[in-house]
């Protein structure tokens, strides 16, 4: 137990729920700082800093749950359609105060996503949706339009102050007829395995499904990431841009700081999409910083922050930056070190991580005192399934960081007096160890268990695996409930990625619905897209998705890219882009790419948490909205 906290749930009490922990923290420390929100309102601003302590929190969840539990019943559901900001925490610990189910979603003038949000809305059946004064109007246009017509909101804002009382007689016109003025009684503590909210997956593969989490699972996965991130107790703040209704930034910046006692910084991911300078100054302003990150944003700071933005940065102070939620690349953690390594970043402070919403969020990951450790292996063996490693041909200057030479136990394969590896390599970044849980890789048609180094799906199981998805008992047999009789009757987890253990740490290859499958060979097409970027230089960073389509005798593998934005490609470029893309991934995978598209920026189909979503590409091709002006012009 960490000395610095003094308390820390142990046991399967009803009472230690996050709600519980919330009261906790309150009564123990009720004017010590709990979550800040900076916003920006202009370009040029410095932030400014809104702060609830943990008695200012407890208060206004309470106040919340007192207007929830007025209109609603346990089990119900009520819809989060806010702005990221404190009202949103509030919100969403009010909901698990009142045992409402918390559907964390996001307002409706979230760009490009008001086809998911109508979606989730009808999948779920919300009663009441959680809004703010200012966007009250626009959730309510925006619902009255959908099949779910007219939905009660709920105003957050300030319900402290105004009493609850007060902010009930603001929402009557709202209300149902039925609501009663009386105060609701106190309702006894959740049972641990009652729904505490519905995750809804980012839908990379398919429509998106909303996990059932638990308060068991959401208190277990806060534990977990704590013990990976923070095993000393270390009193860490968080610092995060992530949307809180995104798996990753709901645990990592609201449950883990409810569940240790830690304090939480947050802005606006619209805000760090305008200036990225702005997280990394934020990571620089405070003591022992953690953060959590996608890949792409690693690489969106160091091509967009200069050395003059990083001048005045303090990296020093940061104790671990967690970059998950699709594959990591190697490139990607050497270009961020080498851009802010000047300004104090440790390389053992990035650390490589491997979730998904099915297990609440976090599954493994190697903490901040860990180097990342790179596996350069042969590109032709992890076709067949295989992790042979070899020495990198062609290390980086940098790669020393990074312990990349000292996992090199072996001596490479050779060619025949050549002393050097045979055909092309690629390198993998592992990402650790599971924390609290158990993970097995099978292969994916026997479930056969695989040894170290051969490639298989990832199953897992432990306390933070959701109870499946929320009215979907077929998806949720076929996802939740694989049993194994060689390890007793407990359900694994399947999870649809591909991975293998290789020396205790797993390595994550894939999806197994992206693999592409040619000659009788796999490939990995996030391989593939970054052979593509590699020789590409006119196609913008993390923005190609590659996927196969029926063609007239048999599969073509096509791949879709954003130019840069100030080079728009006239058909001689195109004939040129087409030529030399072909050329690489035939050389770098012998797989032939039958055309390469190229598109405007914001064209390549992402997912709320910023992947690359193939799945979505495919269809759009399939659909015919990716013209493609050179081809129709040949």
Request: aromatic share 6%.
């Amino acid at each position: 137990m960490p000395p610095n906290n003094g308390y820390l749930p142990t046991t399967d009490s009803p009472d230690q729920t996050l709600a519980g922990l919330l009261r906790h923290w309150a009564a123990e420390r009720p004017h010590q700082r709990a979550f800040t929100f900076v916003d920006y309102p202009d370009l040029d601003s410095a932030g400014r800093h809104h702060t609830l302590t943990w008695g200012r929190l407890a208060a206004r969840a309470e106040a919340l749950a007192v207007r929830l539990r007025r209109t609603t019943r346990p089990g119900d559901r009520a819809a989060l359609l806010l702005p990221q900001g404190l009202e949103y925490v509030t919100a969403f610990l009010a909901c698990l105060q009142a045992q409402v189910i918390a559907v964390p979603l996001f307002s409706p003038d979230l760009p490009g996503h008001q086809g998911r949000l109508t979606a989730v809305l009808e999948n779920c059946e919300p009663v009441c949706a959680l809004v703010t004064a200012e966007g009250a109007g626009l959730v309510d246009e925006f619902v009255a339009a959908s099949r779910l017509g007219r939905l009660p909101l709920l105003v957050v804002d300030g319900q402290d102050e105004a009493g609850p009382d007060a902010a009930a007689a603001a929402d009557a016109d709202r209300a149902p007829a039925s609501s009663s003025a009386a105060a609701p009684p106190d309702l006894p503590p959740p049972g641990l395995d009652e729904v505490a909210y519905l995750q809804y997956t980012s839908g990379s593969t398919r429509t998106p499904a909303g996990v059932m989490i638990t308060h068991r699972n959401i208190l277990a996965n806060a534990r977990q990431a704590h013990t990976a991130f923070a095993p000393e107790g270390s009193p860490v703040t968080m610092v995060g841009w992530l949307p809180l209704f995104h798996d990753m930034g709901l645990v990592l910046s609201v449950a883990a700081p409810v569940y240790a006692g830690l304090a939480s910084v947050l802005i606006d991911p619209v805000a760090f999409l305008e200036k990225p300078v702005r997280w990394l100054r934020l990571l620089s302003q405070y003591p022992d910083t953690m953060s959590a990150a996608p890949n792409f944003a690693y690489d969106y700071c160091a091509a967009r922050i200069g050395p003059d933005q990083s001048a005045g940065l303090r990296l020093d102070r940061v104790r671990g930056l967690i970059n998950g939620s699709e594959p990591v690349r190697r490139e990607s953690v050497r270009r961020f070190q080498s851009a802010f390594g000047p300004a104090g970043l440790r390389p053992e402070a990035q650390c490589p991580s491997y979730g998904l919403a099915e297990a609440t969020v976090f599954v493994a990951a190697d903490g901040p005192e860990q180097p990342v450790h790179e596996v350069t292996c042969r590109r032709d063996a992890l076709a067949e399934g295989r992790i042979i490693k070899v020495q990198d041909p062609s290390p980086d200057p940098l790669a020393g960081l990074y312990g990349a030479q000292a996992v090199a136990e072996a001596p490479a394969p050779t060619g025949p007096g050549t002393g050097r590896p045979v055909g092309p390599v690629t390198t993998l970044i592992a990402c650790g160890v599971p924390v609290g849980q158990e993970l097995l890789i099978v292969d994916p048609a026997t479930r056969a268990v695989q040894p170290e180094n051969l490639v298989g799906e990832i199953l897992l199981r432990g306390p933070n695996i959701g109870r499946g998805y929320w009215k979907n008992a077929e998806l949720t047999a076929e996802t939740f409930e694989c049993v194994l009789p060689s390890t007793g009757d407990r359900p694994w987890l399947r999870t649809g990625d591909l991975g293998a253990i290789h020396q205790g740490r797993l390595l994550v290859t894939g999806r197994i619905k992206d693999l592409l499958i040619a000659d009788g060979r796999n490939h990995y097409p996030q391989d593939v897209e970054e052979t593509i970027q590699s020789a590409l230089d006119d196609v913008r960073r993390g923005r190609i998705a590659v996927f196969a389509v029926p063609g007239e005798e048999g599969e073509l593998v096509l791949a879709v890219a954003e130019h840069v934005r100030d080079r728009v490609p006239d058909d001689a470029r195109r004939a040129e882009a087409d030529r030399i893309a072909r050329a690489a991934v035939a050389t770098a995978h012998g797989l032939r790419l039958d055309r390469i598209v190229l598109v405007g920026p914001d064209r390549v189909a992402r997912t709320s948490s910023g992947k690359i979503s193939r799945g979505a590409c495919r269809a759009a091709y399939l659909r015919g909205e990716y013209a493609d002006p050179w081809e129709s012009a040949r």
